[in-house]
């Protein structure tokens, strides 16, 4: 007995307000075939592709080996243990190696999410990555990615098990299985000196050029450590902190913690969430709150040691999935990691016991997957090195909320900034270096709901500039690293119901931007580079609950990198699944001399060339 009276009330009501976009999952699988997809199951899988420097850059670089690691098919891998492979380096290619680059294949068809996938090596992570959606067609993609700084882990592997964890759910609707391939190539030899051969005299103290470029001569992870579900430490809430203890060598005299972080669940969207009272004053039900900033904190025995906004990435299901096929958005196919130097700490660290490196998310809520490794340079003729931590004071956030709401109209405005400044000496073979480091990092959100809930602004800006500072004991520069990072965000998502059956219409926009700036100085050795990666979108979707069912977007990227000797550009325009127009114009200036011939390995930000530590990579927040 239908009471039509209560019918009558209500319909015109929920006309009137339509789907409220604090409500709307924001993550979608795509359920239609185009006009013109082929239903033939011998077509050629599409491919998928995130611009970046093509791996490895000019000039060649012999020898080569390729090892192939892992080949495994995600069926129904949700709450698994990760896949694993031995791995052991190629004998035909022994370390030390001028670049080694981790390829990531995967091939699906059919219908899937888009999914976090992660690489490491015994525990110490190498590649966060996220899955392109598939088609009935098929797709396929490959993730190549400059995996040189982890050259300590790669010769001598505590264990050498190479892990892979994807978890994927695949049933009656959802029937791809994500197959991915893993394997590593290593090629050439490091031209630059290596730090043990380089003999400082004690009146004339001099860094050695490769003390920027040259990988770690240890790494310990920080994660989970038995990695059952993962290695990753999955943290819910703003105080779930989450560390290893670790014991690190006496001869230690640089530390860089490499962080790694990706936001799913409730705050997948985090930079579009609305804070929890206009949720509770619309009575809605959604988790996805505690408004849009989040920090994440590094801590060394409890103190703030370093920390960093994270860009942005959307995931390929994410905002509109049509804006992101076939070419992903910025990160998603290989996540940016934030590297914080913890050189200054090192006199807590030197003494041979035991300590704690934390990692927590300031205002996060569930979930987020966050590990790190921990790049240890050692001493090569010093057992022990001396080292003190200088003046120590937890930096301030300082952060402001304006909030105004009115039904489900809403605009909520937060400015954060945190300034930092940590120093330290550390005394070892090549001196009684004092490093300082400090950071500002700033960040405005704006995320705005108007028409009473059915349309939805966002604008997110970080700015983060990072200086790491290597002084004499006299107070002579030795040696600088710098870095300017700046990531805009802005999209709005506008709704309309469409008819019956909770079908609605949402159009929209987004742009966003990656611009990494570094800068490496020391000795005779410089270098700057700078990436600018930009995409633009729009389109509309039909949608019904996590399904798109028709629509139509257009995407254009554009990918520019240079570092005064290598330049290369990429600009893709694509519409509807096709790419349109795909432009490549690169430069290459080879050195033309021997100096700068050593400096060349260091390709810096190719992200490639040896990790130069402290320069951006495609995908590197690295030294950010
Ligand atoms: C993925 O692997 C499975 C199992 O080996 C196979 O049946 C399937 O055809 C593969 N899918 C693709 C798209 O290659
Ligand atoms: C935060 O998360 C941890 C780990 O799940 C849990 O033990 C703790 O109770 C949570 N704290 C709050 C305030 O929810
Ligand atoms: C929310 O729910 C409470 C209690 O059920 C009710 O009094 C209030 O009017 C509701 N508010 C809105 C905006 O619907
Ligand atoms: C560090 O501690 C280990 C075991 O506790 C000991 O074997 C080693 O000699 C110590 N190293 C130094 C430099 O004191
Ligand atoms: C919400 O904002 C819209 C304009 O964006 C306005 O037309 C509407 O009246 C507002 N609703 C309320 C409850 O203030
Ligand atoms: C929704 O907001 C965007 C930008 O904030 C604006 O361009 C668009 O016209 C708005 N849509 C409607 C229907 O008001
Ligand atoms: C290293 O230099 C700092 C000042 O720069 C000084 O305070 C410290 O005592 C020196 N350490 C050693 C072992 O000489
Ligand atoms: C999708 O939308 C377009 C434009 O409105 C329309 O021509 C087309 O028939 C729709 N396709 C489906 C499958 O509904
Ligand atoms: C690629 O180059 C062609 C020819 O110069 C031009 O028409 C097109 O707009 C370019 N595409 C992009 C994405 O820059």
Redesign the pocket.
Known sequence: MAPPLLLLILLPLLHLLGPVLAEVPDHYAVRYARPGASANAAAAAQEYLDPTYPLPPPPPMAPACTVPVLSHSFANTYGAAPATAAYAPPPGCPAPWSQVVLSFSVEISGDQYDRVAAVWLDGAELLRTTTAEPTPDGIRWTVRKDVTRYSALLRSPPAGVLSVMLENLVNDVFTGLYNVTVSLEFHGTPPYPLISSVTPSSDKPKLPESYFQAPADLILPISEATGDSGYWFRIQNSSDTRSSLLTIPTSTYRAVLEVFVSPHSNDEFWYSNPPDLYIQANNLSTGRGNAAYREVVVSVDGRFAGSFVPFPVIYTGGINPLYWQPVSALGAFDLPTYDIELTPFLGLLVDNKTHEVGVSVVDGIAEWLVDANLHLWLDPSWLEVKAALGPYQTPRLSISRRYTT????GSFSIKAKRKSFFSGWVSCSLGNLTTEVETETEAKSLVEF???GT?KTVELKVERETEVVVRSEKGKEMGKLSTEAEYPLSFYLDTEDVGEDGMSVMKGSLSHTLDIQTKAECGSFEREARLVDEQTAAGWMLVKDHDVINGTATTSQRYRYSDGRWEYERSIDAADGAVLSDNVSEKFSPPDDHLQAAATACLPGTGTGTSCDGTPSAADIAAM
Do not use: K, P, R
């Open positions: 009115q039904a489900l109209n108007t028409n009473d349309n």
